[in-house]
């Protein structure tokens, strides 16, 4: 069944037109991998997900609920927009942790925040609290860094930065985790932790969207593949098949510079 | 001699006092001020930012000099009412006024440059993370703007030392005033030029206090 439905998106940035009638589904516990050239729309898409940007037109359902829907005016209040938001997970290329927390705060403060609005926070605090450092403890060792908790950012190195980014976005549940070239900022011997650790969210049935230039890691983990070109959604389908065997003239122009090497 | 030392030390202390009222008053008011005028000049709502873009050059590009005789007398002129009241009180209040008023205008554009200077991408992985517009500017913006305003406000609040000799021109007896007194009143020269050691002693004590924040803020990058 469909967990995330995208219909229709368009967006354009004054008179340039960045995404072009873009629509995909996507079924729980699957991932999709976004690829193309830069400047193809791919990041853009991923961000009008993550309410970062809003599309011009088009519809995003989440569960068979539509979230969004540009042909209605904005009319959601903070808290609304909040809770649509929390669908969705993000990590960044650039990583962005905040520099004066350190790996555990970082994972922690969004959900120590979002706890504040409990009815129960007052009497349980001390509880709230406790279960919370657990969690975020939790997911750091999962990232295979229950040694780097006390670290801050500049500490780390950028493999490890971008994997506590990941336990950051993991730590308030989301439906879907999108991830914007999570290794693009890394040395090429860094980007093998945080590829591995994606695939094991993979393995665990995680349902991802990836936009990414790694694309024998797309072949391997990802179910589906959306290329993009020009705004537009040029080829999608069974990973595999979309790279093994393109059907668009475009999209295989596209792999052949990276299968030559 | 020796007596008349101690006299001019025990004058230039109490100057030294209404130095310090200024001084600290202007901080405390001024921080504030500087802060919100930051915010308009950073809001999409356009004749908010054109009105604070205007003040703050009026304020910064007329002389503090000027500002404190047009605040301390434009009142009695044009309402024909001396609001600052009479008397050593009204002065120093004026004062407080004028400086407040042109310390947050330079504030401002300094606490500007800290907020733009935060890479979008923290306010942005605040939003991801379902946080409140006013969560992400106490929780992520804040500590990091104040990490990167400490050295230029560092430099203001030196100035501001400084500057507080400005406010004898409306006769307020602040320290450089008491020093200069001396000329008049006993034909000598030396407590004025004696002034800078108090000047120095209380930027050194900042300096120190600047240093100690500055190490603080040194933990994150």
Known sequence: MAILEVKNIEKHFGNTKVLKDVSFSLDAGNTLAIIGSSGSGKTTLLRCLNFLETPDHGTISVHDKVIFDASLPASDNEKDLRRKRLHFGMVFQSFNLFPQYTALENVMLAEQLLAKERPDFKQNKKQIYAEIEEHGKALLAQMGLADRMDHYPHQLSGGQQQRVAIARALALKPDILCFDEPTSALDPELTGEVLKVIRSLAENKTTMVIVTHEMSFARDVADQIIFMDGGIVVEQGDAKQVIDNPQEERTKQFLSRYTQG | ?221
Request: charged letters at 15%.
């Open chain 2, 1 to 221: 001699m020796p007596e008349m030392f101690w006299s001019v030390n025990q004058s230039l202390l109490l100057a030294l006092v209404d130095t310090f009222k200024i001084f600290a008053c202007t901080l405390v008011f001024a921080i504030p001020l500087g802060l919100l005028l930051s915010f308009g000049s950073m809001s999409k709502i356009k004749p908010l930012k054109y009105l604070i873009d205007l003040i703050v050059w009026v304020f910064r590009g007329t002389p503090l000099m000027l500002q404190l005789f047009v605040v301390f007398y434009i009142p009695g002129i044009l309402l024909h009412n001396n609001i600052w009241g009479s008397g050593t009180d009204g002065r120093m209040l004026a004062t407080i006024v004028a400086f407040s008023l042109n310390y947050a205008c330079y504030f401002s554009v300094i606490f500007r440059g800290g907020i733009e200077g935060v890479p979008a991408g923290q306010r942005e992985a605040g939003e991801v993370l379902g946080m409140t517009k006013s969560q992400i500017f106490f929780k992520i913006t804040l500590l990091q703007m104040i990490k990167r305003v400490v050295p230029p406000m560092s430099n203001e609040i030196i100035t501001l030392v400084k500057d507080t000799s400005l406010a004898r021109v409306i006769g307020v007896v602040e320290l450089t005033h008491a020093g200069y007194a001396y000329i008049k009143a006993a034909g000598i020269i030396w407590p004025l030029f004696y002034t800078a050691v108090f000047y120095l002693l209380f930027v050194g004590i900042l300096t120190i206090l600047f240093n100690f924040i500055e190490r603080k803020l040194s933990y994150f990058r």
